[in-house]
Each structure stands twice: as structure tokens, then as C-alpha cells.
């Protein structure tokens, strides 16, 4: 019984008083001794298990022979493995990428901690360490491949002090510089979860590239993961070619693939896999200017029924405050190949701060003649991130997105209160995640401003010193950043 278990690499894991299977082919390799690590990430199993940061840690730490066990916000304090309780670890790491998750960081930690050393990493947490500085001992900056050997040795050397001084991490006493790593063999095992339905499916996470080329004014993945780097297509291949069931599509990690350059033998690899396995294949927003038919009817060859594209504006002196835009021609190309090889779109439109309502409702109505009213349509303010030549800017107020409801059938829009909490805790000049109230964004804001956390009138208006705390870690250009950032603000001001 046992051996046919271990053959299925199907597992039990548990969620509080529940267990739910799981398809886990790495759970063999695990060190069962020495000591131990608990990876938390901030957000319910099925949507961790989607993370490409958590997978890709979990692994790391399996092949470098150290004991881990899994936590999640729906865990309650114990491990999904064994039901070890969080504080029984001789390290907490914790996968932090977006800033709406420190609540959740810091509440978890608050009930199920007692005294074991925390670092956070992540992508958010790169950008500004600051802010989450009261939940966690260190923040480490970058990426996790360099960073877990390190770990290692601490670990069993017993020396974590030594790791909490190394270069890339960030503690309350010490700045840190950002570690990067070359792209390696790709992640040939993840766990899946099968009783419980992941959002995005039941897909295999494959990174095809890492940061980005581009330029975008606002874009904190782009500016926090440079450089761009490439996987070796065969690397990668070797990968996708031994993904099977329980596995049901292949989900593309990249942020720009279309400069990926060997883009089309990637995606004729997924049309293979569709037709030999029916494994279908899914891919992430694609610049719209590196788009052309092959790839789009590639894309719909991989049983893709929707390209997500991201024009954010077609109003030029709104694209070149944001550094991104494009014309309605070029949009209007693009749009009729994806449609004639009968792909649905999804549009995602950005608003500038102060932003005028006839602006937007140009922006919508130059949209809507390129892509027609029943085109899925998502709108999002600006949302100032730090290290990138928008952090200056005012957070959200006010935003005009009625023109959009107005004129489209299908519309998300993210919410001004939530994108405002947001921008602040990610601008935060001092720990601030121990105060955070997700449910009541527009009170939370209020009460930090109350506390002299944040300074609301400040983060409303333009801050253009570029000398912000966050900028003595070294994660980027702070030179670029400040000169695209002062353009922009001059843009603003002649448009507004
Ligand atoms: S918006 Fe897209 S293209 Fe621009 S920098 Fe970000 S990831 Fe790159």
C-alpha cells in the first residue's frame, strides 16, 4: 500500500482540521533531519501552490538537503506535511510579492509565531523592505537561487547571524544590494493541489524569461527584476516535454515574451504538447509591438481562447508620461490578426493621477473603435511603486473610470481605496504592517496618517527629491529613475 502511494506521489496534506490530496513529486527527496525551515506564503494553499517564487523556493530548499514544510493562511499554524506547528522551525522564510498580503504576514505571524528568526523575500519586499521590517527580522533582495545556499550554510553551521549580515539582506540596522541570478535549468517538479481547484487551473509553471527590457514609467516588475534574462530553449523544452497529467496546462511565467527570442520554437513546443497529450498551453500578457501573426496563431494553436494585451493608453501624451502606449493604427493591426485567428481580447487601460474625465473618456472611446464595446476591459489607476520613475507621483484620488463603465459591457476596475492603501504601504518611510486593516483601506489610511506613519497630504502630492529611504538599498538605477521620473512630471504638467 505504501509503495503504491509513494509511486502516485499523491499525498494528504493538511488545512487546519481538513486534508485535501496532493500531487507532490519532490516530497520523496525532503530531508527527513537537521534542521528545519517553514515556508509561509501569505494567501490560501490553492493560490501559493500557483506562485511561482513559493514552488521555485520549496524546491531550491529540498535540493540543497534542508527539512521544509509548507504553511499557508488557511494552515493554521501548522505545517501542510505534518501539522508541525510554525514555531517549531529553526527559521521562518516568508514569500512576500504584493502589499496588500503584510496584513495577512503580520496577523499569521503575530498568533502562530514565538520567537523564531523571520526573513521575507519577494518581489514588493525588494522594492521596499521598510515597510514590513515589524513582522519580519530581515528582508532579503532578489533572487532566491544565490540567496538559498547562503541559507544553508547558516543553517547548519548554526551561524544565522552571519546570514542576517550578508550583502543582499536588509534589517532594521543595515541597507542591502540586490542579488541576480543567471536563468539556470528550469523547475522540472511542483506540487499540485487536486482536490482543491487552483485559480488558474491545474497548470505547471514554466519561466521562459525573467524581468523585463522595457522601459514602462510605472512597472514595478520590470524595474525590480532587471535584466532581462533568457532560458535556454532546450532547458526549457526538456522541461515542458516530461510535464504530464495530473498536470492539465502549461502556464508561461514571463514578463515580456515576446522578446523572448526564440519565442515561436517555444510556442510551436506547446502546440506539439496540446496535440501529443492535450496539455494545453497558456501564456501571460504580450506587448502589444512584439506581436505578430505567427505568434498569435501559434497562441491560438495552444488552446489559448483570449490574449490579454496591455495598450494602457492611446492618447500619446499620456503614453509618454507612462513610457508605454500605442497608436490606434498599430493597436488596430494586432487586434484584427488576434481576431481573425478568432481570439477573444482582454485590454488592460491605465489612468494618470488627476486625470480628467474627458481625458479618460477619450482614451475609452479611441478604444472602443479598436477593439468594439464587448471587448473585456480591466482599468487601473497609477499606483506609485517605489524604485521605479513613477514612485513620485500622487496616489490615486478621484479616478475617472465612469467613462469606461459607460462604454464597455465587460469591465473590472481596481478599486481607488485599494490601490491608495497600496501605493502607501509600498511608499512606507517606517514599518507600518503591524497596522494594517485590509478590510477598511480608507480608515487604515486615515490611521497611519493620525500616527505619523504615513503622510497622506505628501503621498497626494508630487515628491520629486528621488532620496526616498528605500533608495539606499541597491536594487536599481537611481540616476534613470530620477531623470525619466522628472520628464514625466513635466509631461504632467503641460497635459494637466
Ligand atoms: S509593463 Fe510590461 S513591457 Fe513594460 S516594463 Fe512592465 S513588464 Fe515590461
Known amino acids: 500500500?505504501?509503495?503504491?502511494?509513494?509511486?502516485?506521489?499523491?499525498?494528504?496534506?493538511?488545512?487546519?482540521?481538513?486534508?485535501?490530496?496532493?500531487?507532490?513529486?519532490?516530497?520523496?527527496?525532503?530531508?527527513?533531519?537537521?534542521?528545519?525551515?517553514?515556508?509561509?506564503?501569505?494567501?490560501?494553499?490553492?493560490?501559493?501552490?500557483?506562485?511561482?517564487?513559493?514552488?521555485?523556493?520549496?524546491?531550491?530548499?529540498?535540493?540543497?538537503?534542508?527539512?521544509?514544510?509548507?504553511?499557508?493562511?488557511?494552515?493554521?499554524?501548522?505545517?501542510?506535511?505534518?501539522?508541525?506547528?510554525?514555531?517549531?522551525?529553526?527559521?521562518?522564510?516568508?514569500?512576500?510579492?504584493?502589499?496588500?498580503?503584510y496584513p495577512?504576514?503580520?496577523?499569521?505571524?503575530?498568533?502562530?509565531?514565538?520567537?523564531?528568526?523571520?526573513?521575507?523575500?519577494g518581489l514588493s519586499v525588494t522594492a521596499n523592505p521598510i515597510p514590513i521590517l515589524d513582522s519580519v527580522d530581515a528582508v532579503v533582495l532578489g533572487d532566491a537561487e544565490p540567496f538559498v545556499?547562503?541559507?544553508?550554510?547558516?543553517?547548519?553551521?548554526?551561524?544565522?547571524?552571519?546570514?542576517?549580515?550578508?550583502?543582499?539582506?536588509?534589517?532594521?540596522?543595515?541597507?542591502?544590494?540586490?542579488?541576480?541570478?543567471?536563468?539556470?535549468?528550469?523547475?522540472?517538479?511542483e506540487f499540485l493541489p487536486l482536490s482543491v481547484e487552483p485559480p488558474w487551473g491545474k497548470g505547471f509553471l514554466v519561466e521562459v524569461t525573467r524581468g523585463c527590457k522595457w522601459f514602462c514609467k510605472f512597472c514595478l516588475e520590470g524595474w525590480v527584476n532587471k535584466p532581462f534574462r533568457e532560458r535556454d530553449l532546450e532547458t526549457v523544452k526538456e522541461v515542458i516535454r516530461q510535464v504530464n497529467k495530473p498536470f492539465e496546462k502549461i502556464i508561461t511565467i514571463s514578463l515580456s515574451l515576446g522578446d523572448y527570442r526564440k519565442v515561436k520554437e517555444y510556442l510551436e513546443e506547446?502546440?506539439?504538447?496540446?496535440?501529443?497529450?492535450?496539455?494545453?498551453?497558456?501564456?501571460?500578457?504580450?506587448?502589444?509591438?512584439?506581436?505578430?501573426?505567427?505568434?498569435?496563431?501559434?497562441?491560438?494553436?495552444?488552446?489559448?481562447?483570449?490574449?490579454?494585451?496591455?495598450?494602457?493608453?492611446?492618447i500619446p501624451e499620456k503614453a509618454s508620461f507612462l513610457g508605454k502606449g500605442f497608436s490606434q493604427e498599430i493597436l488596430k493591426s494586432v487586434i484584427d490578426t488576434v481576431?481573425?485567428?478568432?481570439?477573444?481580447?482582454?485590454?488592460?487601460?491605465?489612468?494618470?493621477?488627476?486625470?480628467?474625465?474627458?481625458?479618460?473618456?477619450?482614451?475609452?472611446?479611441?478604444?472602443?473603435?479598436?477593439?468594439?464595446?464587448?471587448?473585456?476591459?480591466?482599468?487601473?489607476?497609477?499606483?506609485?511603486?517605489?524604485w521605479t520613475p513613477l514612485q513620485s507621483a500622487p496616489i490615486p484620488k478621484g479616478v475617472p473610470f465612469k467613462p469606461f463603465l459607460e462604454k464597455f459591457k465587460y469591465v473590472d476596475v481596481y478599486p481607488e481605496s485599494w490601490a491608495r492603501?497600496?501605493?502607501?504601504?509600498?511608499?512606507?518611510?517606517?514599518?507600518?504592517?503591524?497596522?494594517?486593516?485590509?478590510?477598511?483601506?480608507?480608515?487604515?489610511?486615515?490611521?497611519?496618517?493620525?500616527?505619523g506613519l504615513i503622510n497622506l497630504k505628501d503621498l497626494e502630492s508630487w515628491r520629486l527629491d528621488y532620496d526616498e529611504p528605500w533608495l539606499y538599498n541597491e536594487v536599481g538605477d537611481r540616476g534613470l529613475i530620477a531623470k525619466l521620473g522628472l520628464e514625466s512630471y513635466e509631461v504632467w504638467k503641460s497635459i494637466l
Open 149 to 189: 545556499p547562503k541559507l544553508r550554510d547558516a543553517l547548519f553551521s548554526g551561524d544565522l547571524e552571519a546570514l542576517l549580515s550578508s550583502e543582499s539582506v536588509v534589517t532594521k540596522e543595515k541597507c542591502g544590494k540586490k542579488e541576480v541570478a543567471e536563468l539556470g535549468p528550469a523547475l522540472a517538479k
Open 339 to 386: 481576431r481573425k485567428h478568432k481570439l477573444k481580447v482582454k485590454a488592460y487601460m491605465m489612468l494618470i493621477p488627476s486625470e480628467r474625465e474627458e481625458m479618460a473618456a477619450e482614451d475609452a472611446e479611441r478604444l472602443k473603435e479598436v477593439v468594439g464595446k464587448d471587448a473585456h476591459v480591466s482599468v487601473n489607476p497609477l499606483i506609485p511603486k517605489p
Open 270 to 314: 506547446l502546440v506539439r504538447l496540446k496535440e501529443e497529450k492535450g496539455i494545453i498551453g497558456s501564456i501571460p500578457s504580450i506587448r502589444v509591438d512584439t506581436l505578430n501573426e505567427d505568434i498569435i496563431e501559434l497562441v491560438s494553436m495552444i488552446g489559448q481562447k483570449t490574449l490579454t494585451l496591455a495598450p494602457e493608453t492611446l
Open 104 to 121: 495577512h504576514i503580520a496577523s499569521y505571524l503575530e498568533k502562530y509565531n514565538k520567537g523564531v528568526k523571520v526573513i521575507a523575500g
Open 1 to 101: 500500500m505504501k509503495k503504491a502511494k509513494r509511486a502516485s506521489k499523491v499525498r494528504k496534506v493538511r488545512l487546519c482540521d481538513k486534508y485535501e490530496l496532493e500531487y507532490n513529486p519532490l516530497m520523496d527527496y525532503m530531508s527527513k533531519r537537521g534542521p528545519g525551515v517553514a515556508l509561509f506564503f501569505p494567501a490560501p494553499y490553492k493560490v501559493a501552490a500557483q506562485s511561482l517564487g513559493y514552488q521555485l523556493l520549496y524546491a531550491l530548499l529540498i535540493a540543497n538537503g534542508i527539512r521544509v514544510e509548507r504553511f499557508t493562511t488557511d494552515s493554521c499554524g501548522r505545517s501542510l506535511e505534518r501539522g508541525t506547528p510554525l514555531h517549531k522551525f529553526d527559521l521562518i522564510l516568508v514569500s512576500a510579492s504584493f502589499e496588500l498580503d
Open 421 to 451: 492603501l497600496q501605493a502607501a504601504i509600498s511608499l512606507a518611510k517606517v514599518p507600518v504592517s503591524k497596522y494594517l486593516n485590509i478590510k477598511k483601506p480608507e480608515e487604515t489610511l486615515i490611521e497611519l496618517n493620525s500616527k
